[in-house]
């Protein structure tokens, strides 16, 4: 083997060196190897003494050595890959970049795979020289003698001359083809841009759905040749899926189509869920065509492949676009890369046009809303901080009135949050004594070591740490109201000193022995059933009859639903002013899944959520995510019922007819119960009881056959007809 000669020989052939200039010059003008190839075989074969040359190039895709040369029959260059090279030389000269010189009997010795390959048969004489620039290293060179004998010295120096020309033309055609892919591809990202700039601004001229979906067809048919484009919204609270569809037919005509199904019956709606686009073959349509309607109509269509992608926005998927075509559509990435460019930006302009779409729908409910919104809480004079105008609260602000302007015991019963203080307050600003102080006392949040001394007061000195006298609650409410709050929760061995107030009028201060007169209205309430605490001896049956006077037990909020979206309203309105938030409207969805809902909190659980829900508002209408309220109703642990209450006498009973609520009761029978009741419709001895109705179902009777409470008291008990 040899070394290549450094430097050209001075007595070289002029001719040799015209020839090599000649070539030179016409090399560089080459753009593919196979003129290469001929150029080189054609012009210098015969004066550098070689009879074949090939070329050793690396594979633009795999970097992997490949074999050019010119076949001795057929027509253009030919090539192997380096799969079939087997053992040649082409290892040695990617490896060591030197040059390899060898006779034909060595190179069949050492190569036998390779001189079986047809531009090795005739191999007498074997170089291999590196092709490299200052540059670039480009791959080798084989120079194949036929005849007997190997390469002189003038020959190897020639041939390292016309390696530096090739290697020279081969950066040429390497520096054009990579100029030509860069302009390639400049002129695609240009074409692209184009197309999403045209797609967007077409979406953006339309915001509602039709006009969007089929305005985005047009732009994206008239450049990619869909025959079928389908814009999909979702509904994820509905699982209902929306389609807009446009089917270009071969005779031009276009036909226009707009449709709703559950999101698992269409290939669009599991695009969708699963947030990753489909690519549907005949045979995958041909298979999926039993199970999604949409793709059966497709096949029967005879379209070949459908295209389906999930239009994502802000990790949220609102729709799906879904294309098809009669043709076998092969996609190249940059094709599928500009189809996600595309449903990316639909997917913003989606999330644009169901908003205006949602507007357009807020707006044709804007005047009910507006109403709803902007009108008072309508209730009755002297109950402005009742909110409610169902029948049961109805009745039970009624029993208010009436029972206000007597001193009566009053005992408000119904569950927890059902807003008992409200009804108290009422009936204290209602009474002859509401130039006085009403007084609340919680039962159940005083310890119960010191409820007697809050009740009644103590003398100085009367326990350890009394060290001043203290007024009572009793003694503060003289005059006045005493609220009695979860009285439920009153020790059993004070009921007795409560039950001695209350019938005498009269407190004794612990620790001291007079007795001091008191003037107090007492209004007791508790969420608990009583009349279980006292079959289970908690609760003494004397301190119940005299605290259950006038019984009013407010239903809870389950069973008066229509009074909620008057809450929703005024909770609203209050909290929102308190945090200087600007609430204009409260969407009629929100007030509907709230009437839904079983409300075991009752008015309170409904005014926290609401108090939340203004806290996560931003805009101007109120923002509550519905998906917290998703629970089953809890047990309470007292339900309000006529049953829970004291029975009618055997003389009540006998003197109106007990009947179940599917018997026709009389319009007599009823008036004739209200007079014997005083108009009392709710507690043990009210009308409903003596007929044997729930309350609620008396009421609504009566406003059926047009009969009011007010024509029913001490005073009047005259027929109303």
Request: aromatic letters at 6%; glycine letters at 6%; hydrophobic letters at 40%.
């Amino acid at each position: 083997m040899l070394e290549p000669p450094c430097a050209v020989a001075t007595n070289a052939a002029p001719s040799w060196q015209n020839a090599l200039l000649s070539l030179s010059q016409a090399l560089l003008f080459q753009r593919e190897i196979s003129d290469i190839l001929q150029l080189l075989e054609n012009s210098a074969g015969a004066i550098a003494g070689f009879d074949q040359i090939n070329l050793l190039l690396p594979d633009p895709h795999t970097q992997q050595p490949r074999l050019h040369y010119l076949p001795h029959q057929g027509k253009g260059a030919a090539s192997l890959e380096a799969v079939h090279l087997g053992d040649t030389p082409a290892v040695l000269i990617f490896s060591t970049r030197k040059m390899l010189q060898c006779s034909g009997r060595i190179f069949r010795r050492d190569y036998p795979k390779s001189a079986r390959l047809p531009p090795y048969r005739r191999l007498e004489a074997y170089c291999l020289l590196p092709l490299k620039t200052s540059r670039l290293f480009l791959g080798g060179i084989e120079f194949i003698k036929s005849a007997a004998g190997s390469f002189d010295d003038n020959e190897l120096m020639q041939m390292s001359q016309l390696a530096t020309i090739v290697a020279a033309a081969l950066e040429n055609i390497l520096d054009r083809a990579e100029l030509q892919a860069k302009e390639e591809q400049t002129r695609k990202e240009r074409e692209h841009y184009r197309v999403l700039v045209e797609v967007t601004n077409t979406a953006l001229s339309k915001l509602d759905m039709k006009g969007l979906a089929y305005e985005v067809s047009e732009a994206i048919h008239n450049y990619f040749g869909f025959d079928y484009i389908s814009l999909d919204t979702c509904d994820l609270s509905t699982h209902q899926l929306r389609t807009h569809s446009v089917f270009y037919q071969k005779n031009g005509n276009r036909m226009r189509d707009s449709s709703e199904m559950p999101m698992n019956a269409s290939l669009s709606g599991q695009v969708v869920l699963s947030q990753n686009m489909a690519l549907l073959g005949r045979l995958d349509i041909e298979m999926l065509a039993s199970k999604y309607s949409q793709v059966a109509l497709l096949a029967e269509q005879d379209f070949q492949m459908i295209l389906a992608l999930p239009l994502v926005s802000g990790g949220k998927a609102r729709g799906a676009l879904k294309l098809a075509h009669h043709r076998p559509y092969v996609f190249t990435q940059d094709k599928l890369l500009l189809l996600e460019q595309i449903s990316a930006r639909l997917a913003i302009v989606l999330d644009n046009a169901l908003a205006y779409e949602e507007i357009s729908t807020l707006k044709d409910k804007l005047t009910s809303e507006n109403r709803y919104l902007s009108e008072e809480i309508r209730n009755y004079a002297d109950f402005d901080e009742i909110i409610g105008t169902s029948l049961s609260m109805q009745a039970v602000l009624q029993q208010v009135e009436m029972v206000a302007s007597s001193d009566a015991t009053v005992l408000i019963l119904g569950e927890t949050g059902t807003g008992k203080e409200l009804i108290a307050r009422a009936i204290h600003r209602l009474s002859n004594r509401k130039a006085h102080t009403m007084v609340k006392m919680n039962c159940a949040a005083v310890p119960s070591g010191l409820i007697e001394s809050d009740l009644f007061g103590h003398e100085k000195g009367a326990y350890t740490g009394a060290q001043s006298q203290r007024i009572g609650r009793f003694e503060l409410a003289n005059k006045g109201t005493l609220f009695l709050d979860e009285v439920g929760d009153i020790p059993l061995d004070l009921q007795p000193k409560l039950l001695r107030v209350l019938q005498e009028r009269e407190i004794e201060r612990l620790g001291g022995s007079k007795l001091i007169p008191v003037d107090v209205r007492v209004i007791a309430a508790t969420n608990c059933d009583l009349r279980q605490m006292m079959a289970a001896r908690q609760y003494r049956s004397d301190l119940y009859y005299r605290l259950n006077v006038f019984p009013i037990v407010i239903p809870p909020l389950r069973a008066r639903p229509e009074d909620i979206p008057l809450l929703v309203k005024f909770f609203t309105k209050k909290h929102a002013q308190r945090m200087n938030r600007h609430i204009e409207s409260i969407p009629s969805e929100t007030v509907a899944r709230l009437v839904q809902m079983p409300w075991p909190g009752n008015v309170r659980e409904l005014e926290n959520v609401i108090e939340r829900a203004v806290i996560l508002t931003r805009g101007t209408a109120l923002n509550l995510p519905l998906n917290e309220l998703q629970y089953q109703p809890a047990p309470s642990a007292w339900q309000p019922s006529i049953a829970a209450l004291p029975t009618a006498t055997s003389a009540q009973k006998s003197s109106a007819p007990m009947l179940n609520d599917s018997s026709e009761i009389d319009r007599e029978c009823i008036i004739r119960v209200l007079r014997e009741t005083n108009g009392i419709v709710a507690g043990p001895k009210g009308a409903a009881a003596r007929l044997g109705l729930k309350r609620t179902t008396l009421l609504s009777r009566m406003q059926r056959m047009g009969i009011s409470l007010r024509n029913f008291d001490e005073a009047d008990c005259a027929d109303p007809t």
